[in-house]
């Protein structure tokens, strides 16, 4: 069949994005009817002035707000578990998640147990949720996981310190009320690592086996704003508007990465996160070059376009030159954002590096990747990356 005329399916939630939308939820809570709404964050996000103000716009509207900020970073089943608890015990109708990938993550997988009983990990894989949850209203406070208008949910199995990845439809938010005002309270290091992690997602859909034509058009913006918008907001303290583009282009890496999926680079950011406990875009940051190189010659002429949108010359340029130039633009932002170019542990054992590789070949994300790793492959891969302090 005519590649243009195979059936593709583009889902998203209802978004509104620019200044003080986060205000707004008071409406939702009315057009959801809810009167026991639960809102789903961390530790630091609840202290902070403008989490109170959402609160404040709430508070009057409902019989009582439920908070549970037992949320950790890569966060753990059993944090679910514990929250589905509390959903139930006081009868919420509406989930907030108020924070990073973290929180909205941990919402979703709420979400799931809440209305499908079980445990959270018996949901891992794509499409193996039977019902809908009850409303899901996210307010990103990062600009890069986009788990606000995608349909992944990534939890830590704490017995194995396994990433799982749950993807269904089912768990696409209703809302994303997406304000450059929570991303102030963003640090430079981790504008960095989240706006990393957007131009990966980006990036994989883009290659990925499963993109389309409407998936397409949002990669390469996203791609487009990040060259132009990241490394300045990283260097001074950003204005409104650069964070407003921040999250532009995390939302439009967002549209693309949840309908055509990613690829090694997260199978991989997934295995080396849970097991080390490190952060999602560090570790997309440092994978991302050695992937491309891995992939290139698999989909030269889809690397082309992104070099493209990455404004350089390789129009005409044979296909060499355009991965050198590829491969030197993302090295010189890695750079310019000071993400180190290796991960260090104390002892690097072959052990580490098995489970690292069988992590990654059961992870969703690698099969859509648009050239297949073998287990000596991907070895190699994880022992060029990690050293020992
Ligand atoms: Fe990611």
């Known amino acids: 069949m005519n590649q243009m005329l195979e059936l593709r399916k583009f889902v998203v939630p209802e978004i509104i994005i620019g200044d003080g939308s986060s ?7 009315g057009h959801f009817a809810s009167k026991r709404p639960m809102i789903v ?19 009057d509207l409902v019989e009582t707000v439920i908070i549970f900020d037992d949320v950790t970073e890569n966060p753990k089943d059993y944090e679910a578990m514990l929250g589905a608890e509390l959903f139930l015990t006081h009868n919420c109708d509406l989930i907030i998640a108020v924070g990073g990938g973290s929180p909205i993550d941990c919402a979703k997988c709420i979400s799931i147990v809440s209305t499908n009983g079980g445990h959270i990990l018996d949901y891992e894989g794509v499409d193996e949720i039977a019902l809908p949850g009850p409303p ?7 600009a890069g996981s986009a788990a606000d208008v995608s349909q992944f949910a990534i939890i830590t199995d704490s017995k194995t310190h396994a990433k799982k990845a749950i993807i269904s439809k089912k768990i696409v938010p209703d809302l994303a009320l997406i304000d450059p005002e929570p991303l102030k309270t963003m640090d430079k290091h981790l504008r960095a690592f989240t706006g990393m992690d957007a131009l990966t997602h980006a990036i994989e859909a883009y290659v990925s086996n499963a993109q389309s034509p409407i998936t397409d058009v949002h990669a390469l913006e996203a791609v487009r704003i990040i060259n132009s918008v990241l490394e300045p907001a990283f260097k001074q303290s950003p204005k409104l508007a650069d964070l407003y583009q921040l999250a532009l282009a995390s939302t439009h890496a967002g549209f693309a990465f949840s309908n055509a999926s ?9 295995s080396l996160g849970a097991l080390l406990n490190l952060p999602h875009g560090q570790c997309n940051s440092i994978l991302l070059n050695y992937i491309i190189e891995e992939n290139f010659y698999a989909a030269p002429h889809r690397y082309r376009q992104i070099a493209i949108a990455f404004q350089l010359p390789v129009e005409t340029a044979p296909d060499d030159q355009v991965l050198q130039q590829l491969l030197s633009r993302i090295d010189t932002m ?5 993400v180190p170019d290796r991960i260090i542990v104390e002892t690097k054992t072959p052990t580490l590096i098995k489970q690292l590789v069988s992590t990654t070949l059961h992870d969703p994300c690698i099969i859509t990747n648009p050239k297949v790793f073998t287990e000596s492959e991907l070895e190699v891969l994880f022992e060029k990356i990690i050293s020992e302090s």
């Open 136 to 142: 899901l209203i996210c307010i990103p406070s990062t």
């Open 23 to 29: 205000l707004l939820i008071n409406r939702y809570i």
């Open 262 to 270: 990613l690829g090694a680079v997260h199978a991989m950011a997934h």
């Open 41 to 59: 964050t961390d530790k630091n996000i609840r202290g902070l002035p403008w989490f109170n103000d959402i609160t404040a716009v709430i508070d």
């Open 334 to 338: 890695r750079q310019n954002l000071e």
